[in-house]
């Protein structure tokens, strides 16, 4: 099975810091060693427009989300489209490998694959997971919650009836920002992870 793949590199905010942060994201998708079939880079009005718009502007089979301040590891796309073509079942996300890269230039040992766990108690998709596009405007593509995101996405493409897949060899590299949203604000984390719980009645 053929399918076209895009990478969708989503921002909001400081319109100059993001797109000077974005450079090193779009950087690892031009050295991808398979070419995706396109890719954007979007900056809206808040991180689910950017990256709403940006899927519904390419137009390709599979999305991949690429965080502004992360990379894909020169193979990633080569992987993805492996594992697609040999698939019989396009509604698969495909959960990538990651590897953390801290600020003082240092990364993990190895990369590995977030262990598997019940989507109803926590999150073990990265962002770069590749989405069906399909599925992923059905179930009306990312939320406007302030963190936690891509989980309630993952969670309602699920109960569409997608079904879960690994590519170990596809490596994300997640730039650990202790800035960053998803750690400034623990009781945030903890109201939106409460909410979405509540969302789907678990």
Same mark, same amino acid.
């Given at each position: 099975m053929n399918s076209t793949i895009g990478v969708v590199v989503g921002t909001y905010g400081d319109r100059l810091e993001w797109s000077r942060i974005a450079q090193r994201a779009i950087r690892s998708i031009h050295a991808q060693t398979r070419k995706p079939d396109d890719w954007i880079h979007v900056h809206g009005g808040s991180l689910a427009d950017a990256r709403n718009k940006g899927a519904e502007i390419l137009g390709t089979d599979q999305l991949i989300f690429l965080d502004a301040d992360d990379e894909l590891d020169s193979r990633y796309v080569e992987a993805m489209m492996f594992n697609a073509e040999l698939?019989?079942?396009r509604w698969t996300i495909w959960r990538p490998s990651t590897i953390g890269v801290y600020p003082d230039g240092s990364t993990d =040992?190895? %990369? #590995?694959? &977030?262990? %598997?766990?019940?989507?109803? @108690? @926590?999150?073990? &998709? #990265?962002i770069g997971a590749m989405c069906p596009a399909d599925a992923f405007f059905e179930v !009306? !593509?990312?939320? =406007?919650?302030?963190v936690l995101e891509d989980w309630d996405l993952w969670i309602r493409c699920v109960r569409s009836g997608v079904a879960i897949s690994e590519t170990p060899q596809a490596i994300y590299r997640v730039f650990v920002n202790p800035n960053g949203r998803n750690q400034v604000d623990p009781a945030l984390h903890g109201r939106v992870y409460s909410e979405i719980l509540r969302r789907y009645l678990w």
């Open positions: 698939s019989s079942n =040992e190895s %990369a #590995v694959m &977030i262990p %598997a766990s019940d989507l109803k @108690r @926590r999150n073990c &998709i #990265v !009306g !593509g990312f939320s =406007e919650d302030p």
